[in-house]
């Protein structure tokens, strides 16, 4: 009994310590879009958002992204059940909607890039290549840190360990999938009701 509440103790430490890092990263994105509010005018004569950006790709990036977010959801209420094979087939698909995410991402930088659009051209530019790749970044970590709870679900099953880390995993993807919220709304969805 004392060492299960010695385990429950510690698991309370680890998410807190997790909320903390989420918070950090909450100002980190804070400052980010803040930025990003300062600079978004300042094309030094070259194409702003309005001109750049194409609505129906980060529709598109928004709708994988979401749906993404529920699979990851399905993929906790898996683990809660101890169904690893159900687990399993959720981890996948949330893996491969995070990957179409990032393609898509990926896609619309190397076009910008393509057509003389790089972090080079503005601050404009600057500021959103910084603010939409540090989110890829986190979505990148985010996938290695599912595709690594992939293997050693495969290898060792639903533990608690592992549940520990999918628990924090699901925490991390649904943030991001609320900061992505606020750039399609502030970065691509303003430049075309403006």
């Known amino acids: 009994m004392n060492e299960q509440i010695q385990h429950?103790?510690?698991e309370d430490k680890t998410i807190f310590g997790f909320w903390v890092y989420l918070m950090t990263d909450l100002i980190i994105f804070g400052v980010l879009f803040g930025?990003?509010?300062?600079?978004?005018?300042?094309?030094?004569g070259g194409p702003t958002g309005r001109e750049l950006f194409d609505l129906k790709g980060a529709?598109?990036?928004?709708?994988?992204?979401?749906?993404?977010?529920?699979?990851?959801?399905?993929?906790m209420l898996s683990v809660y059940e101890?169904?690893?094979?159900?687990?399993?087939?959720?981890?996948?698909?949330?893996?491969a909607l995070g990957i179409a995410f990032l393609s898509l991402e990926l896609?619309?930088?190397?076009?910008?890039?393509a057509d003389?659009?790089?972090?080079?051209?503005?601050?404009?530019?600057?500021?959103?290549?910084?603010?939409?790749?540090?989110?890829?970044?986190?979505?990148?970590?985010?996938?290695?840190?599912?595709?690594v709870a992939m293997v050693q679900v495969w290898t060792r099953g639903l533990t608690p360990f592992i549940t520990s880390k999918l628990i924090r995993f699901s925490f991390f993807w649904h943030f991001l999938d609320v900061v992505?919220?606020?750039?399609?709304?502030?970065?691509?969805?303003?430049?075309?009701?403006?």
Not at 35 to 44: D, E, H, I, Q, S
Not at 118 to 147: D, E, N, P, Y
């Open 107 to 113: 896609s619309e930088f190397s076009r910008f890039v």
């Open 8 to 10: 429950s103790e510690v």
């Open 35 to 44: 930025t990003y509010a300062v600079l978004r005018g300042n094309t030094f």
């Open 59 to 75: 529709l598109a990036e928004t709708l994988i992204l979401l749906t993404s977010s529920f699979t990851c959801g399905m993929m």
């Open 116 to 147: 003389g659009n790089s972090w080079q051209r503005s601050a404009f530019l600057s500021s959103f290549f910084t603010l939409v790749g540090t989110h890829g970044l986190h979505i990148t970590i985010g996938l290695l840190w599912l595709a």
């Open 180 to 194: 992505w919220i606020f750039i399609f709304t502030v970065v691509y969805l303003l430049p075309h009701a403006i």
């Open 82 to 95: 101890n169904k690893k094979n159900r687990t399993m087939f959720w981890m996948a698909l949330t893996f």
